[in-house]
């Protein structure tokens, strides 16, 4: 009987402690304290988003392709058809929209850039690169091109596609924005 009665104290002071222990009230104590939350950062994706309705395109522009003026030897064959890439490119990017369009326009400026190195007299180049920069809002950009494109006509070898072009570019609605500025850089 002795075991019986060990036993049966010992399981009455388990239950006492479980009992303490297990009934307290839930707001019993001090409260903890709350840390106020951060503002949580967008990430820079969605930064990109919200400014995707105005993307930049380089604001500096580059309208001397002349190697340090020595004589280059010029690569027509190449920048004809990256000048035709280009224009495929810049075909493309009037049927976009938005950033995507924004982004097809550098591509097409890079395939003109490396035209223009491979021949730095190629009106055609100058033109396309003009007519690029004025879609996406780059007046100075385009205006400076243009002038380039009046500076070809005293060059003999690039004179006869250089007034080509600026026959183009006087009909082309892409410099409407700032016809008398444009005009002016064509010595109209």
Request: hydrophobic share 40%.
């Amino acid at each position: 009987m002795r075991s019986a009665t060990v036993i049966l104290a010992v399981v009455f002071a388990l239950g006492a402690i479980t009992a303490e222990a297990g009934c307290a009230h839930p707001y019993s104590g001090k409260p903890e304290k709350l840390k106020k939350p951060r503002k949580k950062r967008k990430p820079e994706s969605a930064q990109q988003a919200e400014n995707a309705e105005a993307p930049v395109l380089d604001e500096k522009c580059r309208t001397n392709f002349f190697a340090d003026n020595s004589r280059v030897r010029r690569r027509t064959r190449t920048s004809r058809q990256l000048t035709r890439q280009a224009e495929e490119i810049l075909l493309e990017a009037e049927r976009q929209e938005g950033s995507s369009r924004i982004t097809a326009v550098g591509d097409a400026l890079g395939k003109l850039r490396n035209a223009l190195q491979a021949d730095p007299y190629s009106a055609e180049a100058t033109y396309r690169m003009a007519a690029a920069y004025a879609s996406v809002g780059k007046k100075g950009c385009a205006v400076a091109l243009l002038q380039r494109l009046n500076d070809l006509t005293k060059m003999p070898a690039a004179e006869a596609s250089a007034e080509r072009a600026i026959n183009r570019a006087l009909r082309d609605q892409s410099f409407d924005l700032f016809r008398k500025d444009a005009d002016q850089a064509l010595g109209r």
